[in-house]
């Protein structure tokens, strides 16, 4: 039982018409030639490093991606590898970053395969598929086509393999999971690296199959679980179950009738709450109307009074004034009701206001001043609004009485209510089944068990069939398990300068809540600081963040070296810009450049930000020979737009760039 798996090796990419990179006038877009060895690619934040190694993994996965649940799973063993078709949002994730939407952008991704020529073309607006030619053939330029052959091609057993295959062995990308510490991980990539594709899909299926069918059970054995209870629950009603059917007859008829009465109380409350409305519009316009009338009546007395008086009596115009207005005196404060009656009457009988004589000349005319025929008008107008306001006053007191009875009643009536519906639901539950009902339970009962029992019998025959062939499985990843050892210790070993090794140590595992499995995988051994000896770390956290980075780097390395037999394939990465000393940079450098050795297979792809320190100095030192300079770097600020940074800071970035040249060709 032995693999063929191949890993892409990249050759050449250009990009056109996208507005991110429109490249120089001699040379339009983006080109990149993919010599064995290193290709750098540096730039400064914005110019988009990130949105090129991503291009160039949807140029092979295209429009699909395995689930997000998938990706973000704990244990990749009891989830889907199955593709599924992006979203038209995430297929838009180029055309996001232009103005145009990449409306014309197209991008074409030539590369070797399974030793086959392959020109991929795509458009950047959302991913679709416009060119596959395989060997020089134009195949049609169909989804479906493209991924069964570059399933074929690589040996795999499935599109959701193949994007497996890309996201942990080819694309060192930030969410890419740690190989060396997740033994779910290691099982899948083994099982995709040394089984061949039929044996590879089969042992997938046959784990989906043995979850899928371990999870109907438990699912069943739930059910069944509940309808045992409600079936014994309503076996032990039958006994109580007469008195509380006769409470529920009893207390249904009354309970419809208050809930008629509540229904005839609510439209009449609603009434009588229409009327309230009305009576207070009426009287809050009857209070206004008699309040104007007032001010108007109060008016024409004084213009009537300031009128009689010659024009310097001033004061006792005032005086007379604040009677009429108060009924107090403003010489002495005392209270003189009498006197200001008296002023009534003289002016309603032409009279003096002040000795009460009768008028024998008529003051001087005056069209503002009232005549008393107006003015008894307006008194008799005022009265009859003040009858009006008590009126309303005294209806809108009976009718809000009325309001506040009727609300009370439908308050305590909606409590009754509400506690006998209560009542009633606890009767009704306390009832027992119909027995026709009772009965079809206890028969559905039979029908669940005896389907539990024929999976657990098909389960356990899946069980035996998967055991017996993940034993082969492992097997055969052991065989290969001094070469992947062998290969990591070379990697590691140069990385890092403590003793580094992986151990064989295949992991049980659950299967399911039902069973359990051994499972093909490495733990890492290593020593280091306090510890003397090498000794056990059991996660990412049990070492440095220089040291998890290219420990992991360092097993993908070893995969590729030796699933590959030599064949070559593609890495692209981030360069490790976190905090590293002078000599593990140079060190990781030469470990680096060795895996892109030009003389060898391998294409190694890597963007870095514009960095101070000697890991790109040293890079490109070790691994782009001056004569292919202009082949092997390429300055993302000479092809894309510029940022706002580069715009303004462009001679410093450029001088900056120069200097790491000079330092990595050492002149």
Same mark, same amino acid.
């Given at each position: 039982? %032995?693999?063929?798996?191949?890993?892409?090796?990249?050759?050449?990419?250009?990009?056109?018409?996208?507005?991110?990179?429109?490249?120089?006038?001699?040379?339009?877009?983006?080109? =990149?030639?993919?010599?064995?060895?290193?290709?750098?690619?540096?730039?400064?934040?914005?110019?988009?490093?990130? %949105?090129?190694?991503?291009?160039?993994?949807?140029?092979?996965?295209?429009?699909?991606?395995?689930?997000?649940?998938?990706?973000?799973?704990?244990?990749?063993?009891?989830?889907?590898?199955?593709? %599924?078709? =992006?979203?038209?949002?995430?297929?838009?994730?180029?055309?996001?970053?232009?103005?145009?939407?990449?409306?014309?952008?197209?991008?074409?991704?030539?590369?070797?395969?399974?030793?086959?020529?392959?020109?991929?073309?795509?458009?950047?607006?959302?991913?679709?598929?416009?060119?596959?030619?395989?060997?020089?053939?134009?195949?049609?330029?169909?989804?479906?086509?493209?991924?069964?052959?570059?399933?074929?091609?690589?040996?795999?057993?499935?599109?959701?393999?193949? =994007?497996?295959?890309?996201?942990?062995?080819?694309?060192?990308?930030?969410?890419?999971?740690?190989?060396?510490?997740?033994?779910?991980?290691?099982?899948?990539?083994?099982?995709?690296?040394?089984?061949?594709?039929?044996?590879?899909?089969?042992?997938?299926?046959?784990?989906?199959?043995?979850?899928?069918?371990?999870?109907?059970?438990?699912?069943?054995?739930?059910?069944?679980?509940?309808?045992?209870?409600?079936?014994?629950?309503?076996?032990?009603?039958?006994?109580?179950?007469?008195?509380?059917?006769?409470?529920?007859?009893?207390?249904?008829?009354?309970?419809?009738?208050?809930?008629?009465?509540?229904?005839?109380?609510?439209?009449?409350?609603?009434?009588?709450?229409?009327?309230?409305?009305?009576?207070?519009?009426?009287? @809050?316009?009857?209070?206004?109307?008699?309040?104007?009338?007032?001010?108007?009546?109060?008016?024409?007395?004084?213009?009537?009074?300031?009128?009689?008086?010659?024009?310097?009596?001033?004061?006792?115009?005032?005086?007379?004034?604040?009677?009429?207005?108060?009924?107090?005196?403003?010489?002495?404060?005392?209270?003189?009701?009498?006197?200001?009656?008296?002023?009534?009457?003289?002016?309603?009988?032409?009279?003096?206001?002040?000795?009460?004589?009768?008028?024998?000349?008529?003051?001087?005319?005056?069209?503002?001043?009232?005549?008393?025929?107006?003015?008894?008008?307006?008194?008799?107008?005022?009265?009859?609004?003040?009858?009006?306001?008590?009126?309303?006053?005294?209806?809108?007191?009976?009718?809000?009485?009325?309001?506040?009875?009727?609300?009370?009643?439908?308050?305590?009536?909606?409590?009754?209510?509400?506690?006998?519906?209560?009542?009633?639901? +606890?009767?009704?539950?306390?009832?027992?089944?119909?027995?026709?009902?009772? @009965?079809?339970?206890?028969?559905?009962?039979?029908?669940?068990?005896?389907?539990?029992?024929?999976?657990?019998?098909?389960?356990?025959?899946?069980?035996?069939?998967?055991?017996?062939?993940?034993?082969?499985?492992?097997?055969?990843?052991?065989?290969?398990?001094?070469?992947?050892?062998?290969?990591?210790?070379?990697?590691?070993?140069?990385?890092?300068?403590?003793?580094?090794?992986?151990?064989?140590?295949?992991?049980?595992?659950?299967?399911?809540?039902?069973?359990?499995?051994?499972?093909?995988?490495?733990?890492?051994?290593?020593?280091?600081?306090?510890?003397?000896?090498?000794?056990?770390?059991?996660?990412?956290?049990?070492?440095?963040?220089?040291?998890?980075?290219?420990?992991?780097?360092?097993?993908?390395?070893?995969?590729?070296?030796?699933?590959?037999?030599?064949?070559?394939? %593609?890495?692209?990465?981030?360069?490790?810009?976190?905090?590293?000393?002078?000599?593990?940079?140079?060190?990781?450098?030469?470990?680096?450049?060795?895996?892109?050795?030009?003389?060898?297979?391998?294409?190694?792809?890597?963007?870095?930000?514009?960095?101070?320190?000697?890991?790109?100095?040293? =890079?490109?030192?070790?691994?782009?020979?001056?004569?292919?300079?202009?082949?092997?770097?390429?300055?993302?600020?000479?092809?894309?737009?510029?940022?706002?940074?580069?715009?303004?800071?462009? +001679?410093?970035?450029?001088?900056?760039?120069?200097?790491?040249?000079?330092?990595?060709?050492?002149?």
């Amino acid at each position: 039982m %032995t693999s063929s798996v191949s890993f892409p090796v990249f050759q050449r990419l250009s990009v056109n018409e996208y507005g991110l990179y429109p490249g120089t006038p001699n040379k339009p877009g983006l080109q =990149l030639e993919f010599s064995p060895g290193l290709t750098l690619v540096v730039g400064t934040n914005g110019l988009g490093k990130t %949105t090129l190694a991503t291009m160039l993994f949807r140029m092979l996965s295209g429009p699909s991606d395995l689930f997000v649940t998938t990706l973000n799973a704990s244990e990749l063993g009891g989830s889907s590898l199955d593709a %599924t078709t =992006l979203s038209a949002k995430q297929r838009s994730m180029f055309a996001d970053r232009v103005s145009d939407r990449a409306a014309n952008a197209y991008a074409v991704l030539e590369l070797r395969l399974g030793g086959s020529d392959l020109k991929i073309v795509r458009s950047l607006k959302a991913l679709g598929l416009t060119e596959y030619w395989v060997d020089g053939e134009l195949l049609a330029g169909k989804e479906s086509v493209y991924q069964e052959s570059v399933v074929a091609l690589a040996g795999l057993s499935s599109f959701g393999d193949w =994007l497996m295959f890309l996201r942990q062995l080819v694309f060192y990308f930030e969410d890419r999971r740690s190989l060396v510490w997740d033994a779910s991980a290691q099982r899948q990539v083994f099982r995709m690296l040394f089984l061949p594709p039929n044996a590879s899909g089969k042992l997938y299926e046959q784990e989906r199959d043995i979850m899928q069918m371990d999870s109907r059970i438990r699912d069943d054995s739930a059910a069944l679980h509940r309808l045992q209870e409600r079936v014994a629950e309503d076996d032990s009603k039958q006994s109580s179950s007469q008195d509380a059917a006769g409470q529920v007859k009893s207390l249904r008829p009354l309970q419809e009738k208050d809930l008629e009465k509540q229904s005839k109380l609510l439209a009449e409350i609603n009434d009588v709450d229409e009327h309230r409305r009305a009576l207070r519009r009426q009287l @809050l316009e009857a209070e206004d109307v008699a309040s104007r009338q007032q001010e108007h009546l109060e008016d024409g007395r004084l213009k009537i009074i300031h009128n009689q008086f010659p024009s310097k009596s001033e004061t006792a115009k005032y005086l007379l004034s604040l009677l009429l207005l108060d009924g107090r005196c403003a010489v002495c404060s005392e209270v003189a009701n009498d006197f200001a009656v008296s002023i009534e009457q003289r002016m309603a009988g032409a009279c003096c206001v002040l000795c009460g004589s009768p008028s024998h000349s008529s003051p001087s005319p005056d069209k503002d001043v009232p005549s008393v025929e107006s003015l008894n008008e307006l008194r008799n107008a005022l009265s009859k609004s003040r009858v009006r306001v008590e009126q309303l006053q005294a209806e809108l007191r009976v009718v809000s009485s009325d309001y506040d009875q009727r609300s009370n009643h439908l308050v305590k009536l909606s409590d009754e209510i509400k506690a006998r519906e209560q009542l009633l639901a +606890a009767l009704v539950k306390s009832l027992p089944a119909d027995d026709e009902d009772q @009965l079809k339970a206890k028969e559905e009962l039979k029908g669940i068990a005896a389907k539990i029992a024929k999976d657990r019998v098909e389960l356990e025959v899946l069980n035996g069939i998967f055991s017996v062939d993940t034993e082969r499985f492992n097997a055969v990843v052991l065989k290969r398990a001094e070469e992947i050892k062998a290969a990591f210790s070379q990697y590691a070993q140069d990385f890092l300068f403590e003793e580094v090794a992986l151990k064989w140590a295949p992991q049980t595992r659950p299967l399911g809540q039902l069973n359990t499995i051994e499972m093909a995988s490495f733990d890492l051994d290593m020593g280091g600081t306090d510890f003397g000896l090498v000794h056990r770390r059991d996660g990412p956290s049990a070492v440095s963040e220089s040291q998890r980075e290219f420990i992991d780097l360092a097993f993908r390395m070893a995969l590729i070296e030796v699933a590959g037999q030599g064949q070559g394939g %593609t890495l692209v990465i981030d360069a490790p810009e976190s905090s590293l000393d002078a000599v593990f940079v140079e060190r990781a450098a030469e470990v680096l450049c060795r895996f892109g050795d030009a003389s060898g297979n391998n294409r190694l792809l890597i963007t870095s930000n514009l960095i101070d320190g000697r890991l790109l100095p040293d =890079l490109i030192r070790l691994g782009v020979p001056k004569e292919e300079k202009e082949q092997r770097l390429l300055n993302l600020m000479e092809v894309a737009v510029p940022t706002a940074a580069v715009k303004f800071e462009g +001679a410093k970035y450029e001088a900056e760039w120069n200097q790491i040249l000079k330092q990595g060709f050492g002149s």
